[in-house]
């Protein structure tokens, strides 16, 4: 049988799970490449550190020239982390002549348009089927399987590590502190979540998606976005009596006017399959204007989903099918942008507010009264009684509004919040229907 | 623009759905396929008949040589259902010298070893995206995003019809006729709907998928199916009260002596994604040893979901992506099977029985002996108070049991439909957990 070489670049905990499929299940990989994929080099930048994965004797460097500068190599797995070295790293390999395979979703939403041209200026490759959601494989089902359609909507749980403690905080009623302890105990979530739970993650990857469904040429800096750090467990309580589970959505919707694209928090009606992705899962729901709705769920993260989809991309450039694809998408390309980002403050949508009010005559009014001076109508509210403790004169108001904007609710609290009767923090989050 | 010439043979509700978007929305086609997709001929039998899709003047005849005769037409949208003439359409096509994309599953379901075999000797392809699961885009999924894993099973709901026709029962309390009723006359329904209700439908996309996940070469006929024209409202409410929902499920499982394969109404766990599948919807749970579970939800048939399939099968064809994946997985070849079907009275699993038994002493004993003696233990019991009327002295009595065979239920059920105690037909359905 005819082979191919490839080599893998970082052997973190992709790297050991992409060795492990080409090393232990050659026959599939051979059954779908009609070629055998062998795993020639492995470059890391600590030969000595330990590791559990096993290799054949003499592969593994820390010298990537043995990748660069050996012309059987047709195609690379990075799988470093992280903007540098990686991106130096990415350019040697493409400037050596390889095709390029990388879960560094990170890489991408920073430097993909210099990759992308320099890839492309060297008639090379790069496949990011791994970058985006682990195992479910949305970029390629958008890329291509959903070809026929303009897409016209896309919400994603993008990233594991917030609905895992989303999903903890609301089964367990712990606090966001507890669920995140719990996240990092469990290695759901890094030492440093940051990235993770400040709506970062997903912003970077909702930036690719956006590009790849829509055109859109957007820096993921520039995405609207809220974490899941400064949510409060009462406010989920509040949210499941009205119906609701709190997820981290991440949104691209095309209006007339342009492209919405948000991270935050959001109530999701409980029942709809949003809703409903528990754990460290994954899911996407793509709205094509042939195909309606299409909704995918997986594993969004772990080791052996996440070389599920590197080893496809693998396959994929190997054939042949990926030099078709990246040419024909010229992805992240000088060409001008299809669409543009809406106006964040025009955003439409239903909002939840909560406030913390004084139990008195009048609070109801003032409130009230500042949201109507903003346009801002009234769906449902909830206020409880006071607890019986008689401590605290201070009671929730929740309120869910009809459709307004962004914009209108933003003023309209930092109106309420100046109000004597309003203590602490107001919340406010939107309402996806 | 560069453009490649394409034709239509059909212009049904999927070829009008097709037409449409090749004449509208040519944009978006040659976006990704980067160069024009030219509608030059439309092929259909009667050119009399009335249609609401609008075609530019002389493309339409029912002359197949205006096709296969010009060599400038190098993609077909084989879009005719049935077997005959579709088969030798198809067959004309590819000598012709015709790519061809297809939605016809019960053709390749019946006749893809032959089809495959002249397309492979011709050089041409085929491509059937839209023959299973309609807008779900399963086959570009099982065929290559999944390629780095062994798939070992998946779990579908392939057939909206009998899906509609469930949810109907269970959300309105009907009967299976009336549900049925209201499914024709919503369209959701032919007027012979025998193939989509008794399972066979289920079973071709079955035999399909099977074939492109396991290498199985099943016939469809050769499935053990069952469909939905036999079931009772009140199972569906006992099944409710134990905390399931009843679903049309196409199972294909790996198992260390073969493939599990079947068609049948199953209990499914309220709360679990295919339970929640509702309406004329499908849904795809596929399992990869590598990514783990992976859910796919949609919209199973229709014009446009139907024709996004067709469409993004032509996109592929005429960019050459098809070509490739074609060639390397060798479909419906002359290859031996990577797997055989499990003997099915061997297949274990849980299972859901009702027996309409008199209400006096000593029965429960008669049927649960008859369980003891098969070696089948049993989970749990519902038996109701006999309704008050004091008419009958027949009373439901229904049985869930632990894991067991398909062979010892099926036996144990022939036994206790010969006790005098119990009366009419006995019901027995798995269950998915």
Not at 282 to 291: K, L, Q, Y
Not at 325 to 351: A, E, I, M
């Amino acid at each position: 049988m005819e082979k191919t070489q490839v080599a893998i670049v970082g052997l973190g905990t992709v790297g050991s799970g992409v060795a492990k499929l080409l090393l232990d299940y050659g026959d599939r990989t051979a059954r779908h490449a009609g070629r055998a994929l062998w795993l020639e080099e492995v470059v890391v930048r600590d030969v000595n550190k330990s590791r559990v994965c096993e290799l054949p004797a003499g592969i593994l460097s820390n010298d990537l020239s043995r990748i660069t500068r050996n012309p059987e190599i047709k195609v690379v797995a990075h799988l470093v982390g992280g903007l540098e070295p990686a991106r130096s790293i990415m350019l040697k390999l493409l400037e050596g002549g390889k095709d390029v395979v990388t879960a560094n979703k990170a890489l991408l939403a920073e430097h993909g348009p210099e990759l992308f041209d320099r890839a492309r200026a060297l008639g090379r490759s790069i496949a990011f089927e791994a970058s985006v959601a682990g195992g479910i494989p949305i970029i390629a089902n958008i890329s291509t399987c959903l070809s026929a359609n303009q897409i016209t909507s896309l919400h994603g749980i993008l990233n594991g590590t917030s609905n895992f403690i989303l999903t903890q905080m609301e089964d367990r009623g712990w606090d966001y502190a507890t669920a995140l302890a719990e996240a990092q105990r469990l290695g759901y979530a890094e030492a440093d979540p940051a990235m993770d739970v400040d709506g970062s993650d997903a912003a970077q990857k909702l930036a690719i998606l956006a590009h790849l469904a829509f055109g859109a040429r957007v820096h993921w800096r520039d995405i609207p976005r809220v974490g899941i750090d400064t949510l409060d467990g009462a406010d989920m309580r509040y949210a499941k009596e009205l119906g609701y589970r709190i997820k981290l959505l991440a949104v691209a919707k095309l209006e007339r006017d342009g492209l919405e694209l948000h991270v935050s928090p959001t109530l999701v009606r409980i029942g709809t399959p949003l809703a409903e992705v528990r754990s460290a899962n994954n899911a996407i729901r793509v709205v094509g204007d042939a195909v309606g709705p299409v909704f995918f769920h997986g594993l969004g993260a772990g080791q052996m989903p996440t070389a599920s989809a590197v080893v496809a991309d693998l396959i994929d450039t190997v054939v042949g099918r990926t030099a078709i694809t990246f040419k024909l998408l010229n992805l992240w390309s000088q060409q001008p942008p299809r669409v543009h980002p809406r106006d964040y403050s025009q955003v439409t949508g239903r909002f939840y507010l909560r406030f913390d009010v004084e139990d008195r005559p009048g609070v109801m009014a003032d409130i009230t009264g500042v949201l109507g001076r903003h346009g801002i109508s009234i769906a449902s509210v909830i206020q409880n009684e006071p607890s019986g403790d008689g401590a605290a004169s201070v009671v929730p108001l929740v309120i869910m509004t009809h459709t307004t904007t962004e914009g209108a609710t933003r003023a309209a609290m930092e109106e309420i919040n100046g109000l004597v009767c309003v203590h602490s923090r107001s919340v406010r989050m939107r309402v996806d229907d």
